[in-house]
């Protein structure tokens, strides 16, 4: 087996990938000063509070703490290994990696397992849409398709195929391109039984079902035959290393783009009504595979679109069946929407069509209109509740002013919440003080059900994370007009080694000094050709008063600003290098935190008064605490009676130089 890979090829691809082109396959990311933020793909927020610095080519999240480069961003996203991570964005950047024992890996097996699967299900992709167009026995997949208005141009576009019938053929196929038997039954395109293996979609048509990057995870077969020895009408790959249902959307690898810059997104139940949805100028559909859609595709959707409190809200439409199985989906996704800060609406087609066969009927336009036409989410939680009813009747009334009290207290959004009371009021035939004494016992119900439950966060909480204060984010502080300088709007982040923590705690930003210090190291490290060399040799990692700082200094002064020629992913290799461990984290973050000043818009760099002022400061602080040290060694010489004229003379013109030099400094800075 190949050993590690040549240190100079790791460079060339953190040099060749840009970082933000990697993350916003998982993230939509827009402009914050010098870096771009997004809602973190590591854990759930309403606030984003994930950074990336394109320039420096770090990425750093203030809410979980994650943070570090191309490489590891995709490694901790995609659960990759160091090595499978450098071999998958080199394959994207066309590099050609070389290993340390010599040579390229060119013995298949050897690479990285995820890779493995990913161009099993590739090379199977390929497989069943050639079966679709050439094979006689797919004819009745293409009469299917064609049944419901799908070409042959538009199976190509959604990578649409056919699973022979035999049962074998794939096997044969995938074990002539090379693959293991272990490979092909982990990656879920093959089966293992008492006669051997057997491939586990047969008979149907195939749908691959893509990540945004556009890697096959797995695939949706649907029933076509009736005599299909599987009676489900949908077949999915099972979970494997790269497929989860819960996380997956179908489409979304076509639809991720459309959702980021309308921010819409219209969720619809099968795979032909993607199609018919993208065909019809609908590009924003996407659809859950072989479960229902849940939390965690909310969470997915939320990053692409940002789904943030402090924008206008974003649209997702959900479109069901008319009939009670489709009313039941919805209701359950109503039970959801308090998880967006999108607004949140319904589609229903006349006759209870889904998109495809609405598309049949009434062509593109329809389905268009399908969408343009949905009504909230909330109109149509109340309007299916209170249908139960016999609104004629004074019980009647009585019994849906009972039904829809949970719906309404489960509304976060007092001023919201007030004006869904009066629309529901006004549905039942009430007016809305007569709903007053429901939700009085509605909220006595949720509360007591949150009472008796297990702990955890509930619907109503509020959410943790960057946007609240919290320790070490001082308010009034900020405020006050002696603050020189203005602290980030970030805190920062202990390393996670615990002992490394103790040996090096993470600098206290309640104090001015220390935040200029930090705001010295963010210029040094995202603007190093804003920053004059000379000034280097004024500062001294002694200069810093948090260690941490002091640190991260003396590696990034080892190292020297950037050489001509030298990239910024050299470069900051370089200095992480020269760092030590417990310093690493945040060397990462000062690479990515946004100044707090505005960037020159011509150079985008920070203002040269700017840079200046923060040396000055760092060299004024550090000045006044040597005179500090000098002042109490010529004291503790007085009390302790020291007659050593000498030594006294000594001190005393070391204060007296250090005094004349902060004076010196001082008259800079009013210059």
């Given at each position: 087996?190949?050993?590690?890979?040549?240190?100079?090829?790791?460079?060339?691809?953190?040099?060749?990938?840009?970082?933000?082109?990697?993350?916003?396959?998982?993230?939509?990311?827009?402009?914050?000063?010098?870096a771009?933020?997004?809602?973190?793909?590591?854990?759930?927020e309403?606030?984003?509070?994930?950074t990336?610095?394109?320039?420096?080519?770090?990425?750093?999240c203030?809410?979980?703490g994650?943070?570090?480069?191309?490489i590891?961003?995709?490694?901790?996203?995609?659960?990759?290994?160091?090595?499978e991570?450098?071999?998958?964005?080199?394959a994207?950047?066309?590099?050609?990696?070389?290993?340390?024992?010599?040579?390229?890996?060119?013995?298949?097996?050897?690479?990285?397992r995820?890779?493995?699967?990913?161009?099993a299900?590739?090379?199977?992709?390929?497989?069943?849409?050639?079966?679709l167009?050439?094979?006689?026995?797919?004819?009745?997949?293409?009469?299917f398709?064609?049944?419901?208005?799908?070409?042959?141009?538009?199976?190509?576009?959604?990578?649409?195929?056919?699973?022979?019938?035999?049962?074998?053929?794939?096997?044969?196929?995938?074990?002539?391109?090379?693959?293991?038997?272990?490979?092909?039954?982990?990656?879920?395109?093959?089966?293992?039984?008492?006669?051997?293996?057997?491939?586990?979609?047969?008979g149907?048509?195939?749908?691959?079902?893509?990540?945004?990057?556009?890697?096959v995870?797995?695939?949706?077969?649907?029933?076509?035959?009736?005599?299909?020895?599987?009676?489900a009408?949908?077949?999915?790959?099972t979970?494997?290393?790269?497929?989860?249902?819960?996380?997956?959307?179908?489409?979304?690898?076509l639809?991720r783009r459309?959702?980021?810059?309308?921010?819409?997104?219209?969720?619809?139940?099968?795979?032909?009504?993607?199609?018919?949805?993208?065909?019809?100028?609908?590009?924003?559909?996407?659809?859950?595979?072989g479960?229902?859609?849940?939390?965690?595709?909310?969470?997915?959707?939320?990053?692409?679109?940002?789904?943030?409190p402090?924008?206008?809200?974003a649209?997702?439409?959900f479109?069901f069946?008319?009939?009670?199985?489709?009313?039941?989906?919805?209701?359950?996704?109503?039970?959801?929407?308090?998880?967006?800060?999108?607004?949140?609406?319904?589609?229903?087609?006349?006759?209870?069509q889904?998109?495809?066969?609405?598309?049949?009927?009434?062509?593109?336009?329809?389905?268009?209109?399908?969408?343009?036409?949905?009504?909230?989410?909330?109109?149509?939680?109340?309007?299916?509740?209170?249908?139960r009813?016999?609104?004629?009747?004074?019980?009647?009334?009585?019994?849906?002013?009972?039904?829809?009290?949970?719906?309404?207290?489960?509304i976060?959004?007092?001023?919201?919440?007030m004006?869904?009371?009066?629309?529901?009021?006004?549905?039942?035939?009430?007016?809305?003080?007569?709903?007053?004494?429901?939700?009085?016992?509605?909220?006595?119900?949720?509360?007591?059900?949150?009472?008796?439950?297990?702990?955890?966060?509930?619907?109503?909480?509020p959410?943790?994370?960057?946007?609240?204060?919290?320790?070490?984010?001082?308010?009034?502080?900020?405020?006050?007009?002696?603050?020189?300088?203005?602290?980030?709007?970030?805190?920062?982040?202990?390393?996670?080694?615990?002992?490394?923590?103790?040996?090096?705690?993470?600098?206290?930003?309640?104090?001015?000094a220390?935040?200029a210090?930090?705001?010295?190291?963010?210029?040094l490290?995202?603007f190093?050709?804003?920053?004059?060399?000379?000034?280097l040799?004024?500062?001294?990692?002694?200069s810093?008063?948090?260690?941490?700082?002091a640190?991260?200094?003396?590696?990034?002064?080892?190292?020297?600003?950037?050489?001509?020629?030298?990239?910024?992913?050299?470069?900051?290799a370089?200095v992480?290098?020269a760092?030590?461990?417990?310093?690493?984290?945040?060397?990462?973050?000062?690479?990515?935190?946004?100044l707090?000043?505005v960037?020159d818009?011509?150079?985008?760099?920070?203002?040269?008064r700017?840079?200046d002022?923060?040396?000055?400061?760092?060299?004024?602080?550090?000045?006044?605490r040597?005179?500090?040290?000098?002042?109490?060694?010529?004291?503790?010489?007085?009390?302790?009676?020291?007659?050593?004229?000498?030594?006294?003379?000594?001190?005393?013109?070391?204060?007296?130089?250090?005094?004349?030099?902060?004076?010196?400094?001082?008259r800079?800075?009013?210059?």
């Amino acid at each position: 087996m190949a050993g590690r890979i040549r240190a100079e090829d790791i460079l060339a691809v953190k040099e060749r990938v840009a970082i933000d082109d990697v993350v916003r396959e998982h993230v939509t990311l827009r402009r914050a000063g010098s870096a771009l933020k997004g809602l973190c793909p590591f854990h759930d927020e309403k606030t984003p509070s994930f950074t990336v610095n394109p320039s420096t080519g770090h990425y750093h999240c203030y809410g979980c703490g994650e943070g570090g480069d191309v490489i590891s961003f995709v490694a901790k996203v995609d659960q990759l290994t160091f090595t499978e991570a450098v071999e998958r964005l080199a394959a994207k950047a066309g590099l050609d990696l070389r290993y340390e024992e010599g040579g390229r890996r060119e013995d298949q097996p050897t690479a990285g397992r995820r890779a493995r699967l990913v161009e099993a299900n590739r090379t199977a992709q390929e497989f069943y849409a050639a079966y679709l167009i050439e094979a006689a026995e797919a004819r009745a997949g293409r009469d299917f398709m064609r049944a419901r208005g799908f070409d042959g141009a538009a199976a190509a576009h959604f990578g649409v195929g056919f699973a022979p019938r035999g049962g074998e053929e794939l096997v044969r196929h995938l074990r002539g391109k090379g693959f293991t038997e272990d490979e092909v039954v982990t990656a879920g395109l093959v089966g293992r039984g008492q006669r051997g293996l057997y491939d586990r979609f047969r008979g149907r048509l195939v749908w691959p079902i893509r990540a945004t990057s556009s890697e096959v995870l797995g695939f949706g077969a649907r029933r076509i035959f009736d005599d299909d020895r599987i009676e489900a009408k949908y077949l999915n790959t099972t979970e494997t290393p790269l497929y989860k249902k819960t996380t997956v959307l179908y489409g979304l690898d076509l639809a991720r783009r459309a959702i980021s810059q309308q921010r819409q997104a219209v969720v619809v139940e099968g795979y032909t009504d993607v199609m018919a949805c993208h065909l019809a100028g609908v590009t924003t559909a996407v659809a859950s595979c072989g479960t229902a859609f849940g939390g965690e595709h909310v969470t997915v959707l939320r990053r692409i679109l940002r789904d943030e409190p402090d924008l206008e809200p974003a649209r997702v439409i959900f479109t069901f069946d008319g009939d009670a199985a489709g009313q039941a989906a919805a209701m359950k996704a109503f039970k959801g929407d308090q998880r967006w800060a999108s607004q949140s609406f319904v589609a229903v087609a006349p006759g209870g069509q889904d998109p495809c066969e609405l598309r049949i009927s009434g062509g593109d336009r329809a389905v268009a209109a399908l969408v343009e036409d949905a009504v909230p989410m909330f109109d149509f939680a109340v309007r299916t509740t209170i249908g139960r009813f016999d609104l004629e009747t004074a019980e009647g009334r009585v019994h849906a002013g009972r039904a829809i009290a949970p719906i309404v207290v489960g509304i976060r959004d007092q001023a919201l919440a007030m004006q869904y009371k009066a629309r529901a009021a006004g549905l039942i035939g009430l007016v809305p003080e007569e709903l007053d004494p429901y939700l009085k016992a509605a909220r006595r119900a949720a509360q007591a059900a949150a009472a008796g439950g297990h702990g955890g966060q509930g619907a109503g909480s509020p959410a943790g994370g960057p946007g609240g204060a919290g320790p070490g984010r001082p308010g009034s502080e900020r405020q006050s007009a002696e603050r020189q300088f203005v602290e980030p709007d970030e805190a920062a982040v202990e390393p996670s080694d615990s002992e490394l923590a103790a040996a090096l705690p993470a600098p206290d930003l309640r104090d001015p000094a220390v935040r200029a210090e930090r705001q010295l190291l963010q210029c040094l490290l995202q603007f190093p050709g804003a920053v004059d060399p000379a000034r280097l040799a004024d500062l001294q990692p002694g200069s810093f008063a948090a260690p941490a700082h002091a640190a991260t200094y003396a590696a990034l002064a080892a190292v020297g600003l950037p050489v001509a020629g030298q990239s910024a992913a050299a470069w900051h290799a370089a200095v992480a290098e020269a760092a030590p461990a417990a310093v690493v984290p945040l060397l990462t973050e000062l690479s990515v935190a946004p100044l707090p000043t505005v960037l020159d818009p011509l150079t985008g760099r920070p203002g040269g008064r700017y840079v200046d002022s923060l040396f000055l400061r760092v060299r004024e602080v550090a000045l006044t605490r040597e005179i500090a040290d000098a002042l109490g060694r010529m004291r503790r010489l007085d009390a302790g009676g020291e007659t050593d004229q000498g030594l006294r003379r000594e001190h005393a013109v070391h204060l007296q130089e250090l005094q004349r030099r902060l004076a010196d400094l001082r008259r800079a800075e009013e210059s």
